[in-house]
C-alpha cells in the first residue's frame, strides 16, 4: 500500500511560483511512476505532469510545458512540481499519483486510471 500527502499549494499573484510537494510512504519513489493531475470546480481532472520510475523522462500537458517542472528527490522520498509563471488558469486543486506499473506510453502517463495511489489533493489559488 502506498500513501501520498500533497504539500505547498497556496495563494499566489499572477506570475508568481509555488512548489508543490508529494511525500510517498510505503514503497520509495524510484518503485513508482509519479503524476500530478489537477481538477478545477465543475471540470474533470486533468493530466499536468508526470515522470517515470527511473526519473529519466518526463511528460507535461501542453499547457503547463515551460513553466512546470516534475522530479524527485530519492533521499525524501519525495515528489515534486515546481510551478513557475503561474496563471489564473492553473488555479485548482492538485493531486499526486503513483503506480508501480511500467509505463511506455504518453498515454498511460497521462490518464487518471492508469494510476493505483492518490493523496488528498492540494488547492492552489491564482489571482489576476
Known amino acids: 500500500q502506498v500513501q501520498l500527502v500533497e504539500s505547498g499549494g497556496g495563494l499566489v499573484q499572477a506570475g508568481g511560483s509555488l512548489r508543490l510537494s508529494c511525500a510517498a510512504s510505503g514503497r520509495t519513489v524510484s518503485a513508482l511512476r509519479m503524476g500530478w493531475f489537477r481538477q478545477a470546480p465543475g471540470k474533470e481532472r486533468e493530466f499536468v505532469a508526470a515522470?517515470?520510475?527511473?526519473?529519466?523522462?518526463?511528460y507535461y500537458t501542453d499547457s503547463v510545458k515551460g513553466r512546470f517542472t516534475i522530479s524527485t528527490d530519492n533521499a525524501k522520498n519525495t515528489v515534486n512540481l515546481q510551478m513557475n509563471s503561474l496563471k489564473p488558469e492553473d488555479t485548482a486543486v492538485y493531486f499526486c499519483?503513483?503506480?508501480?506499473?511500467?509505463?511506455?506510453?504518453?498515454?498511460?502517463?497521462?490518464?487518471?486510471?492508469?494510476?493505483?495511489?492518490w493523496g488528498q489533493g492540494t488547492q492552489v489559488t491564482v489571482s489576476s
Open positions: 515522470i517515470t520510475r527511473s526519473g529519466a523522462r518526463t
Open positions: 499519483a503513483a503506480d508501480p506499473a511500467i509505463a511506455y506510453s504518453y498515454n498511460l502517463y497521462s490518464q487518471p486510471g492508469e494510476y493505483d495511489y
